[in-house]
């Protein structure tokens, strides 16, 4: 949760972590490397329900997962289209 926070902000705040998590490889016991994926979804309200505002960025998030994961998708439409593009 990010309070008093802009749709874009928040797309920003998500990419920056979705980035570095991408960064962040991890190596197993046999030596192999695992490269970490993160796919967010991201919601905002000035008003409604806890619950709506769930549903939405879980859309969201499972929208970034068919969209080929390792991705932010907001379910703000302008947020949306730039986050995309990113990739």
């Known amino acids: ?3 008093n926070t802009s749709a874009e902000d928040l797309r920003r705040a998500a990419e920056r972590v979705r980035a570095a998590a991408s960064c962040l490889p991890i190596k197993l016991s046999a030596g192999q490397m695992l490269r970490v994926t993160v796919s967010i979804g991201c919601a905002t309200t000035n008003e409604g329900r806890g619950e709506d505002l769930l549903l ?9 997962k068919r969209s080929g994961r390792d991705r ?16």
């Open 1 to 3: 949760l990010l309070p």
């Open 56 to 64: 939405q960025a879980d859309r969201a998030l499972y929208s970034a």
């Open 72 to 87: 932010v998708v907001s379910s703000v439409p302008d947020a949306l289209s730039r986050s995309e593009t990113m990739q």
